[in-house]
């Protein structure tokens, strides 16, 4: 990414300061809030929003805020690292609560909102909580209106002036005008966006001369002057301040003036605009921020940092939520490349598998060695052989955590597969073990056509299961099959994908063809295709070995040209011994999409009988199940020279 000659010393490209809280989104639209019944979370707050929004646009970004001493708190600084944003400078309030806004979408452009915000960690902000050095090395600090409103934050914000003035750095300010956090409306008028107050523009006022950037929609700009028109607020903020200043009109898209203020309003630079459907205007500013800094902090000329910016806007008023939904670098230049021929762009499926790809909730991960312990059928039978009860195979599965987890001894890389119906207890085993994936299946066991275990309404028990658990479905699927029962296949996996991006849950498809056909070198490719082209875009695909180097060539080849944002394959084992699995593992060395290996019998087996049968003890059970799966790992590990 280019950066300007100044501040190439500096670490950082912009620190946000000011407000931050967690966003409860009403998930019912078109209704009061009194009538809501469900809400979303995500991180809230302009500051936090603008650090997060930057940060998926590829600048260097930073908040200095401060947070409760609990689960929201923490929720704030999490997702804020996730993100890719400095949080060295969030601090954690023990005395107060994290700030928390409630809200509802009941018509275009009508939000009402709650701010839960009475005596909350954000606003007890002050200048011991800014240090000298961290603001040194920015290019950059943004400051929010809202933060002016007390002592003790004013003059936290008025000292990073200071120390950024100082170090060569540019002040941005984001005038932020919310009449009720300044008292000036009353609690159920959150989304009051203008009263006007002499006491409010001589303090806003006072800020002007010290900054480079201003941005403010109408309303922001009129208060930050203390003038009652448009024009005659961008001439009083020039007369003080020789900053940039971006004037936002919402729909209209902005006007840039550098210089002399004209009697013509529109004399100044615009930015091409972006005609969509305008679904929530609540955090449209922060995203158009974002990309407007993206491209003024790097050197781009006013147009296209406005461009940037509008488009910014555009996907933020297109979907529900604020900082969830602004746009990745990769996804706006898709977008500036390609447009969209839907004007409601979340309805725009490849921007969406973007956006999803680009801001998963995961990192990367460049290698999964998972112990799949998801099998149902089997273990019943093993059960029901030795007439033990089927609560022993539950029991059995937490002693399968035991053993993975031994075998990862906290390391990256490894994972599990459990189902629901006999791992509930192990998942929560699982949960406390820092495994870097967990997979769970939906498929009822063995059906053919695919059938969901619990439910075909798939996507309401989806909504209940944790954000970082994977959904794996397996389907015995052949390019050869019956085409009525491919189409029902087909469907039902379509069904799957969707209600998975609904709820924002990772999917893995598992494709078994070599049961129900010839495996050739083009059998799985093929098959992969077909999936493909229905829109279909799974995070994982979940292969059987292959009979040559060539089909893992032509399975690489429809990966790469169909989905450059999979995060690879991972290889089953159809309960084949370890010594075939190795030279499986060897086979995959021309396809680097194989990220690793999910195999379950191959290391349970033994132990499950033996143990159920009262043959091993726990402890044998574990030893015996964590030195298979160390042989696997181990020589997976061989195969990728690591």
């Not at 199940?625 to 042989?631: S, V």
Request: net charge negative; hydrophobic share 40%; proline share 4%.
């Amino acid at each position: 990414m280019p950066h300007t000659d100044q501040g190439q010393d500096k670490t950082l490209d912009v620190i946000t300061i000011g407000r931050s809280s967690v966003d409860l989104y009403g998930q019912q639209l078109g209704t009061r809030l009194e009538d809501t019944a469900s809400f979303a979370k995500s991180v809230g707050g302009c500051p936090a929003n603008i650090a997060i929004g930057t940060a998926r646009l590829g600048l260097r970004s930073a908040l200095i805020t401060r947070v409760g001493d609990e689960q929201m708190g923490r929720f704030i600084r999490e997702q804020c690292a996730r993100e890719g944003v400095n949080v060295e400078g969030i601090r954690t309030d023990r005395e107060r609560l994290t700030a928390l806004v409630l809200l509802a979408i009941e018509a275009e452009g009508v939000s009402p909102m709650i701010f839960v915000r009475t005596d909350c960690a954000d606003m007890a902000l002050n200048e011991g909580d800014v240090d000298e050095a961290f603001v040194r090395s920015s290019r950059a600090i943004l400051v929010s209106g809202t933060h002016f409103s007390r002592p003790n934050t004013e003059a936290a914000q008025r000292k990073a002036i200071r120390i950024a003035k100082e170090s060569g750095g540019k002040v941005i300010f984001d005038i932020d005008y919310r009449p009720n956090l300044w008292g000036l409306a009353g609690h159920a008028e959150g989304f009051e966006r203008y009263v006007k107050s002499d006491r409010v523009s001589a303090i806003l006022k006072s800020v002007l001369p010290d900054c480079d950037l201003i941005v403010g929609t109408e309303e922001e700009i009129m208060i930050a002057s203390g003038a009652d028109d448009v024009l005659s607020s961008l001439k009083a903020i020039r007369a003080v301040s020789a900053a940039t200043i971006v004037l936002k009109r919402g729909a209209m898209g902005c006007i840039v003036y550098d210089g002399p203020i004209s009697d013509d309003l529109e004399d100044g630079v615009v930015g091409q605009g972006f005609p969509i459907e305008v679904y929530n205007v609540l955090g449209a500013g922060d995203a158009f921020m974002s990309g407007f800094l993206r491209g003024w902090l790097t050197g781009e000329d006013h147009r296209t940092s406005a461009t940037w910016a509008n488009a910014c806007g555009a996907f933020a008023v297109s979907r529900l939520l604020c900082s969830p939904e602004y746009p990745s670098w990769d996804e706006l230049a898709f977008f500036l490349a390609n447009g969209s021929k839907h004007r409601a762009l979340r309805k725009d499926e490849a921007i969406n598998h973007i956006h999803w790809a680009t801001n998963r909730k995961q990192d990367d991960i460049p290698l999964l060695m998972a112990l799949a312990c998801d099998h149902r059928m089997q273990l019943v039978d093993v059960a029901d052989e030795l007439k033990v009860p089927h609560e022993k195979i539950s029991e059995f599965k937490r002693l399968t955590v035991k053993a993975a987890a031994r075998v990862a001894d906290g390391r990256p890389g490894y994972g599990m597969l459990i189902d629901e119906r006999f791992g509930r207890d192990a998942f929560f085993d699982a949960a406390t073990q820092n495994f870097s994936w967990l997979g769970r299946p939906v498929e009822l066991p063995g059906s053919r056509p695919l059938r969901f275990e619990f439910s075909q309404d798939i996507g309401s028990q989806l909504v209940e299961w944790p954000l970082d658990h994977c959904i794996k479905c397996l389907c015995f699927y052949h390019p050869d099959d019956p085409a009525a029962l491919k189409t029902e296949q087909q469907e039902k996996l379509r069904a799957l994908f969707e209600a998975a991006r609904r709820v924002g849950r990772e999917l893995l498809i598992e494709i078994i063809a070599g049961k129900n056909g010839p495996l050739k070198d083009d059998t799985v490719s093929t098959a992969l295709q077909e999936l493909y082209d229905l829109g279909i875009k799974p995070d994982w695909w979940k292969l059987e070995p292959q009979a040559s180097s060539g089909a893992w060539e032509n399975i690489e080849a429809v990966i790469a040209r169909n989905d450059a944002y999979c995060r690879g394959i991972v290889l089953l084992g159809l309960e084949a011994p370890t010594e075939e699995l190795v030279k499986a593992f060897e086979a995959t060395r021309v396809a680097p999409a194989v990220k690793g290996f999910a195999v379950g019998r191959t290391i349970f087996v033994d132990a499950a009988r033996a143990w159920m049968a009262g043959k091993m003890d726990d402890e044998a059970a574990i030893s015996d199940m964590a030195g298979r799966f160390r042989a696997l790992t181990d020589a997976w590990l061989r195969t990728r020279g690591l």
